[in-house]
């Protein structure tokens, strides 16, 4: 059921959707994601996670558009939180950017919502459970089938709005109609793809690729007049599984319950498992807050609340225009009557056995991977979730089951920098200080220690004037310019230095790295004096030799003359070589 794509280049290793993921079913090795379909509940909160965008939906907007171009009947089935979606003021103006689109009909997903409503209402009075179950959302269908399998006995055997009403627009349009659910729901596509449905639903778009491909066709919600719906639901249908009316299940002494959040299920189905409570409906909607706030929303800036407020007033507003028209009619069974009536659909629904069986490691295996991560010991098991896992042990159970590395735990890998970043500062033999933007040393290294012959705790926290003129630092500091490679003499350490000074811009200080080229600079000098020596030396030969060579001119003048050449090259030797010294 893979309808989530990833691209690579994209990915920023943040792990915010392993993070999301409920059964952790996601994974990033070397920046690419991979979802384990068996654990996947399809409930899209690692799409909603990504903020980079590597995350996205297939696209099946193309496959519309064929349809549409196709002699096929294009049929829309409407999900009714388009209100809480695009804030429109009246259904009507959805209709016709519906159809402008293209589309063929467009009928409200309460058509089926009403069916399921009254199916349910039945099943409550009849079942002689001891609790039930909506299975109206599906990711929460898979997390029950897959995670909590033992409380598949209490799910209804009846199936969703929108399977319900895909099979009632299959008998009223016929079977080769192309009929698209539209709403907020990513999990509906996991849905629509069902064994048991195949066929039916043929395409599922959320409200942020209907938002995207209004945008690409110009069309304008808020300047359009408004089309009729071609069928309509009611309150209840709109509403299921919250409006379910609890009459008939307080004969059977049930209770609803409503809960949003796969996070906030939990607890709940942990206590149904172990058989702790009894007479319960519940209705679990995985998406945190519920379908107004589900993964296929579009991804703007308006707040839940604004979302809940679109969609009761639009609710308000329909529900008061339907006790209009029951007043009018006085009969609640003449609302309809404008409609055909609908044709009988089947709904039942299987619920899979899904089992997810999840891997068991010995506390041995679990232990050594823990010794690996540098998480031996109780207190450096932080428990922090930057990996995702929620639990450092939960982290060591998915790098043995091979779904993520060693690597991916922040702070093992800030331990293991900072340990190597204090090997190099502490046994680095240049002296390495860091000096604040208020001129005061904050660090100093051991090597700083011999060479300006102060403990590091004597001059921390004092002016740097204390041990160095500041003049250098003050310049950095002003111009933001980094100083690299300048000697400088102290004559009161007995040091040469080759400094740089860096302007840490981020964290706002300066780092100087200072290299102690007293020794090179010193044995330099030998050199110079040594061949200065050696020309003096060869200077005064030459001047004896020329002295002699006068007196016997005549009887030694080419020897002479020799001599004199071999000795001046010897000189120009050593000037020469004393030049490229300096
Ligand atoms: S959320 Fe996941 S897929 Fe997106 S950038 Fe972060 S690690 Fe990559
Ligand atoms: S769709 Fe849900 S369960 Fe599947 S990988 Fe994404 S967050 Fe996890
Ligand atoms: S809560 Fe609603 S939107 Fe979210 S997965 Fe369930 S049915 Fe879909």
């Given at each position: 059921m893979k309808f989530i794509n990833h691209s690579m280049d994209k990915?920023?290793?943040c792990y915010?959707?392993?993070?999301a993921c409920p059964p952790k079913a996601i994974s990033i090795f070397d920046s690419h994601a991979r979802i384990d379909q068996d654990r996947c509940i399809s409930c899209g909160e690692c799409y909603v996670a990504c903020e980079q965008g590597a995350l996205h939906i297939k696209n099946v907007i193309d496959h519309v558009k064929e349809a549409i171009a196709s002699p096929?009947?294009?049929?829309?089935s409407l999900s009714p939180a388009f209100s809480s979606a695009f804030g429109v003021e009246n259904g009507e103006q959805m209709v016709e950017a519906l159809k402008k689109l293209g589309f063929d009909v467009v009928e409200e997903e309460a058509v089926g919502g009403d069916v399921v409503a009254k199916a349910y209402e039945d099943y409550l009075g009849s079942s002689g459970k001891k609790n039930i179950i909506a299975s109206t959302c599906p990711s929460t269908n898979y997390l029950i089938e897959k995670y909590h399998s033992s409380l598949r006995q209490y799910m209804i055997p009846i199936v969703s709005p929108m399977i319900a009403h895909g099979r009632i627009l299959r008998k009223k349009y016929g079977a080769d109609s192309y009929i698209v659910y539209v709403g907020p729901c990513l999990a509906k596509k996991a849905e629509a793809r069902e064994m048991q449905h195949r066929g039916l639903v043929k395409a599922v778009l959320t409200f942020v690729e209907l938002e995207d491909w209004l945008k690409e066709e110009g069309i304008e919600l808020e300047s359009l007049e408004g089309m009729a719906f071609d069928a309509v639901g009611t309150h209840k249908g709109r509403c299921i599984p919250f409006c379910i009316d609890m009459e008939i299940s307080k004969k059977k002494n049930f209770e609803k319950n409503v809960?949003?959040?796969?996070?906030?299920?939990?607890?709940?189905?942990?206590?149904?498992?172990?058989?702790?409570?009894?007479?319960l409906f519940l209705g679990i909607a995985s998406c945190d807050?519920?379908?107004?706030?589900?993964?296929?929303?579009?991804?703007?800036?308006?707040?839940?609340?604004?979302?809940?407020?679109?969609?009761?007033d639009y609710n308000r507003k329909i529900k008061a225009l339907e006790e209009e028209q029951k007043q009018e009619q006085q009969k609640e069974k003449d609302l309809n009557e404008n409609q055909d009536p609908l044709p009988e659909v089947d709904l039942s629904k299987i619920i899979y056995d899904q089992k997810v069986e999840l891997e068991k490691y010995s506390a041995e295996e679990i232990n050594e991977t823990l010794m690996v991560m540098g998480k031996s010991r109780k207190e450096d098991q932080l428990n922090c979730n930057a990996c995702g896992y929620g639990t450092c042990h939960a982290k060591a159970e998915s790098v043995l089951r091979g779904t993520s590395h060693v690597n991916m735990c922040l702070p093992f890998m800030r331990a293991k920098a900072e340990s190597l970043k204090n090997v190099i500062f502490d046994n680095s033999p240049n002296a390495?200080?860091?000096?604040?933007?208020?001129?005061?040393?904050?660090?100093?290294?051991?090597?700083?220690?011999?060479?300006?012959?102060?403990?590091?705790?004597?001059?921390?926290?004092?002016?740097?004037?204390?041990?160095?003129?500041?003049?250098l630092f003050e310049e950095v500091l002003e111009t933001r310019v980094n100083l690299i490679g300048r000697q400088v003499e102290y004559h009161q350490y007995g040091v040469i230095l080759i400094v740089n000074i860096l302007y840490l811009s981020k964290e706002g200080i300066?780092?100087?790295?200072?290299?102690?080229?007293?020794?090179?600079?010193k044995n330099k000098k030998e050199l110079i004096r040594v061949r200065e020596n050696t020309l003096n030396v060869a200077q005064d030969v030459i001047d004896k030799q020329m002295r002699v060579a006068q007196e016997i001119a005549s009887l030694l003048g080419e020897t002479t003359a020799e001599t004199k050449v071999t000795l001046t090259k010897l000189q120009n030797l050593v000037v020469g070589d004393r030049g490229e010294e300096r």
């Open positions: 990915c920023n290793n915010k959707c392993i993070r096929q009947k294009v049929v829309v809960i949003a959040g796969v996070d906030n299920s939990e607890e709940i189905l942990r206590s149904l498992e172990n058989d702790e409570l009894e007479g807050r519920g379908c107004i706030n589900g993964t296929g929303m579009p991804k703007d800036d308006t707040s839940y609340y604004v979302r809940r407020k679109r969609m009761t390495i200080f860091m000096v604040g933007p208020d001129l005061k040393v904050k660090e100093f290294n051991p090597s700083s220690e011999r060479i300006f012959q102060i403990r590091a705790e004597a001059i921390k926290d004092r002016d740097i004037s204390t041990i160095i003129p500041s003049d300066l780092m100087a790295i200072m290299t102690d080229v007293t020794s090179a600079e």
